[in-house]
């Protein structure tokens, strides 16, 4: 009997593409989250990295203790902030310490008694709302300038 199939052969393709259909959609539907994820994770990574220079930039030069690195020198701090005042100015330090055309938003908070956070000094893209995109990461770093603890918040908004 030429041209006939047998049933057993029918059958077992049959599974198979079922078998390689439902790996494929598997795989197809868990890529988006895990992609998510890692724009996620380095988008962090990113703020932290930011965080860690600002930090340098500001901070007291000093070799004798790791804890006066997040002592910031009051004339450092204004100077670093009246550079954010116009759009060329935010641009010029936002393209200090991002790559890729990525916004940075960053803020020195007061933080009181009662756990209250107070705007002091903000460094932000100009004309733009605080939530900016969902995909932003907000790192903040506790700081001292003239023995005061302030609050260092990064807001780092992948590029476009």
């Known amino acids: 009997m030429k041209g006939v199939a047998n049933i057993e052969f029918i059958l077992s393709v049959f599974i198979f593409i079922v078998v390689i259909s439902f790996v494929t959609l598997t795989i197809a ?78 803020t020195i908070m007061i933080l009181s008694d009662d756990g209250e956070r107070t705007i002091e000094r903000e460094c932000a893209p100009i004309g733009r709302s605080e939530s900016l995109v969902a995909r932003e990461s907000v790192i903040d770093r506790v700081v001292f300038e003239g023995g005061e603890a302030k609050i260092l918040r990064i807001t780092f908004i992948p590029g476009r």
Request: glycine share 2%.
């Open 29 to 106: 539907g868990v890529i988006p989250i895990y992609h998510n994820s890692i724009v996620k994770d380095s988008s962090s990574s990113s703020a932290f990295q930011i965080s860690e220079r600002v930090i340098e930039e500001l901070s007291i030069p000093s070799s004798s203790s790791s804890f006066q690195k997040y002592e910031l020198q009051n004339g450092q701090v204004t100077s670093f902030f009246q550079q954010c005042k116009t759009p060329i100015k935010y641009a010029e330090t936002r393209d200090k310490f991002t790559e890729d055309y990525n916004d940075i938003n960053i």
